[in-house]
Every structure is written in C-alpha cells, then in structure tokens.
C-alpha cells in the first residue's frame, strides 16, 4: 500500500525531480470513479501530504499462461487534470479469443510520478471486458495539469510496459505545447521509421488524423512492388468487414515495436479517416456499389467498435453504426486542437468519385445542402472556433482543405474541393469573427504540403487560414516525387509539397508557430534515418506560412 511509503523518501525522490511535495500531494482518501470504461480508482489530493492513494490488490491471473500485454500501452486526450489510459490482454494477439480465457477479467491500473512507481499517485482497478475483446481503458483522474507521469497495468503475475504521458496545462496558462501530428500508416507499403523518430523526439502530445488501419486484404510481399512486409503471420488476412476482422487487423498493426513506443512516449489525440472502415466511405455509402447500405451498416458498426476498443480516446461506446468522436482539447491558453470527422456524416462525392479527373467540375458538386461535417457537428465545429480564446486555433481534420484543382478541374473530389459549400460556411464564419489564427492541419493524401486558405477566389481571395498536410507514416504517395516543383507553380497557394514518407513536429506557443516536416527518404527499407526537410513558421496574427 503507497500510503505506507514514509513521507521523507517521498520529499527526496520529488526533490530529485526537482518538484516540491505540495505540488504532487494527495490523499489516500480519493475515491472518484475512473471513468468511460465503469473502472473504480482512487486518486490523491493535493491537501495531504503524508498520504498516498491505496493501491488494490492486484486482481487474480485467472490462468492465461503468457505475458497478455503484448500490444503495449497508449494514452491520450489529456486534460488537465485526467488522461485516457489503454491496453488489451491478448497474449495470442491474432487469435480469435486473443488467447484469452472467455470470461470478464480487471486489471490494476498504477499512474506514478516515478518509473519505479514508488510514487503512486493514481491507481484502481478496470474492467477488462470479453465482450470488448479484454481492451483496458481507464479514465486516470485527479492528476496535477502539466505534469509528466509513468503508468502500467497488471494482472495476476504480469505487468505491462510504462508508458509516459501527461496532462494538459491548467485553463488559462501560457505554457508552450510540442507535438507532432501524423496520418496513414499502411502496414505492408513501408517501414515505421517515422514513428521511431516520433518516440524519441520528446514530444508533449501526438495528432494522429486517420488512416491507422489499412482494411484491404494481404498483398504478396514483393519490396520491388512496395510491400515490405506481411500482413499477419499467415500474410492471408482478408478484407475487414466484421468485428474479429478489424480487432485483429489492429492488433496486426500494434506488433510494430515502433509504433508502440510512439504510443508509450506522449498521450495521443486521434480521429479516423476512411481506411478504419473502408477507402472513400461516406456515411453509410460503401466505397464499392452494390452493398446494400444494410450490410454497410453492419460493417461500420463492426469497424466503429473495434477502433474505439483499440484507441485511448474519451468518449462513449459506439451506439450501432454511429459515434461522434468530435471534440476539443485544450492546451491551457496556447491552443485548442478541434478534433473532426469528415467521413461519417459527408453526402457521397460528387462527379462519380473520380480523381485526376481534368474535365470541369459537374454541378453535383456545388449543391448547398452536400454536407461535410454534417449539420450538427459543423455548427458545434464554429460555435467551438468563433468562442475560443486560445492563441491557436487548431483544425484536426482528415482530408485537404487547400484547392487541388486545375482550372475548372477537381482532382480529387473526396477532399474538402468536393464539398465546396460547406467549406465556404466554415471559412466565412472565421472570417466573420476575425480570427487570424486558423490552423488547420490534415492528413489523406500521402504527401506534405503548406497552403493558405482562401476565402473567395481571383482577385477577391483572401487567407483567412493556413493548412499543414502531413505526409503519410508509410502509405504510398499518389503522386511520384519529382512532381514537387510542378505543383507548387501551378497553385500559387500551396507553399510546399513533398511526396516523401515521415510526420510533421510542430513548436507552438503564443506567439510562433514552427513546423518541421521530418522525411525518410527511403522508407521501404528498417533502420532509415529521419531528417529536416523544411521550416515554416506562421504568426496568430497574420494566417499563412514562411519558410524559417
Ligand atoms: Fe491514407
Ligand atoms: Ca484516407
């Protein structure tokens, strides 16, 4: 019991840290619920300093024979007080049953200042669900904003890895965020470089915008081809389209070491795209015609559930086919980051879904009523911006907002050029309100880039906000290389474009904004070093980006 840990080895270790014991205090006497996921926890105070939380027993190995805690911890959306804490038990990840006894477990969940986890802070125990697959997800509450912790799970004999993370500053503080935001991470079209350079660079906060799983069948691996690598042990993984399907498909993807120290690094805040349920879906639309929009419904349930059960995110379960994973985290005073779905709610692409496409756009596409974000979540999306008072106002959005268009030529119609109209309500209510200090950060497209946003067009254009795309972690890009120059000279709005793997870091405090895109420059190979392709930094007082 942590409550026993004598008060001057506790004042030690915290001097160690350089933190003074009335900033971390607590008291043994917490006893708040855990959260979303029905967890009983206990967490300190911060009036008691001779005191810690009670730490349960640890709950009794029902026999599962092998280490359960194969597929790491994660942690995310932070507050300031409180941050999502996920594992699974699944000592045979792509099992069915995961390896798993069929029967509902708990586990012990500790949030410590140490990585010893002398310094028990938070702690209960949470439901490890069978029919969520024994996913984990706790809600740690009662923590100290802007404060680093290690976390861990445990049951019977084993205990996971620590994960780090850590909370968001208190309302109102002005204190700089680090963080870097990335999208698109096909298992078998490449390395995950990227995210090795993601869990050492120290960053306070990780924006993943879509595209974590990949629902396409295995393909032959064949490097020459760009698949590097099989997908399950078997490499015969079919399509997803049920539940077992996308739960292993996510487990799959967590065997990657690096991508689950990315996750064991910082909290993380993430959306979907398309590709966690099926390429180009738009709300009960399938990618593919003939599917009834019955069976669509089943599958979106079935992808839906799997990826809230896999994601450290906080919100509800999904109710059949629907979940709004919507909402806005805020980074004290600096930055509040508006989380979006683009894909649940949009009307169905216009113009047949075509891309590349260079005759002029069809009139399908300017129908006022073709919703993007859907009627509710577009009036909460601008309530949220035109209310907020942050330094920045961050978009976390899925698909392009730029215009990627040759004269009357829509080249991709899945992106926000699609939806035409509804962008224009969103940047003329920005406009309207006088915000200066839009960024709106985006994933899809495989490649990196910087835009400014306009309102209006010809001589009437104006920026009412800047865009970084980032490029994807390791999905192909659609475009070759060394069409970079090409694009940047025919859009005289689009600042950069790199067609190469890797993320974007982003330093932001009150005043600047800095954005580095981090590349690979040979992704199909382990082991690639990742570097500083550009700099660009943006004032909230003037959208758009200069180089650095
Ligand atoms: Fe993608
Ligand atoms: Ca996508």
Redesign the pocket.
């Known amino acids: 019991m942590i409550c026993a840990v004598d008060a001057t080895s506790r004042r030690r270790f915290l001097a160690a840290l350089g933190l003074s014991t009335a900033a971390t205090a607590a008291a043994c006497s917490g006893d708040d619920d855990g959260g979303s996921a029905g967890s009983t926890g206990s967490a300190a105070g911060t009036e008691d300093a001779q005191s810690r939380p009670d730490v349960p027993e640890v709950p009794p190995d029902p026999g599962i024979g092998a280490d359960p805690f194969t597929l790491g911890v994660a942690s995310g959306d932070p507050l300031p007080d409180a941050v999502m804490l996920w594992t699974r038990l699944a000592p045979e990840p792509e099992a069915p049953d995961g390896g798993m006894p069929a029967e509902d477990l708990q586990v012990l969940w500790e949030v410590a200042t140490d990585d010893d986890f002398e310094d028990v802070v938070a702690t209960g125990t949470g439901p490890a669900p069978l029919d969520r697959a024994h996913a984990v997800r706790v809600d740690a509450e009662g923590l100290e904003p802007s404060s680093w912790y290690s976390y861990r799970f445990r049951i019977g004999e084993w205990t996971s890895q620590v994960g780090r993370t850590r909370t968001a500053p208190p309302a109102g503080a002005d204190e700089p965020v680090d963080f870097g935001f990335a999208?698109?991470q096909?298992f078998q079209s490449g390395w995950y470089n990227a995210w090795r350079d993601v869990a050492e660079s120290d960053l306070d906060l990780v924006v993943f915008l879509g595209?974590y799983i990949?629902e396409n069948a295995s393909q032959p691996v064949d490097p020459a081809e760009g698949v590097v690598r099989p997908l399950g042990a078997d490499n015969d993984e079919p399509e997803c389209t049920t539940l077992e399907d996308y739960r292993r498909r996510y487990a799959i993807y967590r065997g990657d070491e690096n991508l689950r120290a990315a996750h064991a690094a910082a909290p993380w805040l993430v959306v979907w795209?398309d590709?966690e349920v099926d390429n180009n879906y738009a709300d009960l639309s399938s990618e593919k015609d003939g599917v009834s929009a019955e069976e669509f419904t089943a599958r979106r349930a079935a992808a839906y559930r799997a990826w809230w059960e896999s994601m450290p995110v906080r919100m509800p379960p999904p109710e059949g086919p629907d979940l709004e994973i919507d909402r806005t985290v805020d980074w004290g005073s600096v930055a509040s980051f508006f989380l979006v779905d683009t894909r649940q709610f949009r009307a169905d692409q216009a113009c047949g879904d075509a891309t590349f496409d260079l005759s002029p756009a069809c009139d399908e596409v300017k129908g006022a009523d073709r919703q993007f974000l859907g009627t509710a979540q577009e009036a909460r999306l601008i309530g949220g911006l035109t209310g907020s008072r942050a330094a920045w106002n961050v978009i976390g959005n899925q698909t392009v907002m730029s215009p990627l268009v040759v004269g009357d030529a829509i080249l991709n119609y899945d992106q926000w050029d699609g939806y035409p109209e509804a962008r224009r309500r969103l940047l003329s209510a920005i406009d309207e309100a006088g915000l200066t200090n839009t960024v709106v950060i985006s994933?899809?497209i495989?490649v990196a880039g910087v835009g400014e946003v306009q309102l209006g067009d010809g001589a009437g254009a104006r920026t009412v906000a800047t865009e970084l795309v980032g490029t994807?972690i390791s999905?192909d890009a659609p475009i070759p290389e060394d069409l970079s120059s090409l694009v940047t000279e025919l859009l005289p709005w689009i600042q950069y474009f790199d067609a190469r793997r890797g993320w974007t870091r982003c330093r932001v405090d009150s005043g600047e904004w800095t954005a580095e895109f981090r590349v690979v420059d040979d992704n199909l190979a382990e082991g690639q070093p990742v570097s500083t392709d550009a700099t660009f930094t943006i004032r909230p007082d003037s959208p758009g980006a200069v180089p650095a």
Do not use: R, T
Request: with cysteine; net charge negative; glycine share 8%.
């Open positions: 999208s698109c096909s595209d990949y795209d590709h994933g899809d495989h994807s999905s």
